[in-house]
Nanobody, 135 residues
Framework: QVAPVESGGGSVQAGGSLTLSCAFS?????MGWFRQAPGKEREGIAM???????KYSTSVEGRFTISKDDATKSAHLRMHNLQPEDTAMCYC????????????????????????????????WGQGTQVTVSS
């Protein structure tokens, strides 16, 4: 199975910026960015679907911007004003298939759902890229 491939993580000081990229050669209905800090549950932070509809968590809205490039089959997450609490392993995930709803980014019990009511999970995951923000 084809899996997303992340790149662009790194270390920055508080207030700095990073851009994460995700390449996925398969068809995706929506793609999301998730992160997991040590000792914490995985958190959904941004999503973009094949129509360009976006969604953000309240923790990053206004600081992060998700976009996609259909020509290169990639999604990008531009992160600004990074803070130490943004330190986490960041994962790109894709949902392969079709739907007539707007994807979600909620996570619970180790699973992250594109549609919690339907039980539809993001089904392709990358290996992750580390983001570290120092104060």
């Amino acid at each position: 199975q084809v899996a997303p491939v992340e790149s662009g993580g790194g270390s920055v000081q508080a207030g700095g910026s990073l851009t994460l990229s995700c390449a996925f050669s398969g068809y995706s209905f929506c793609m999301g960015w998730f992160r997991q800090a040590p000792g914490k549950e995985r958190e959904g932070i941004a999503m973009i679907d094949n129509k360009g509809i976006t969604k953000y968590s309240t923790s990053v809205e206004g600081r992060f911007t998700i976009s996609k490039d259909d020509a290169t089959k990639s999604a990008h997450l531009r992160m600004h004003n990074l803070q130490p609490e943004d330190t986490a392993m960041c994962y790109c995930a894709a949902l392969v298939g079709v739907g007539n709803w707007v994807c979600e980014i909620g996570c619970s019990g180790g699973d992250c759902y594109a549609n919690a009511a339907l039980g539809t999970r993001y089904d392709r995951w990358g290996q992750g890229t580390q983001v570290t923000v120092s104060s």
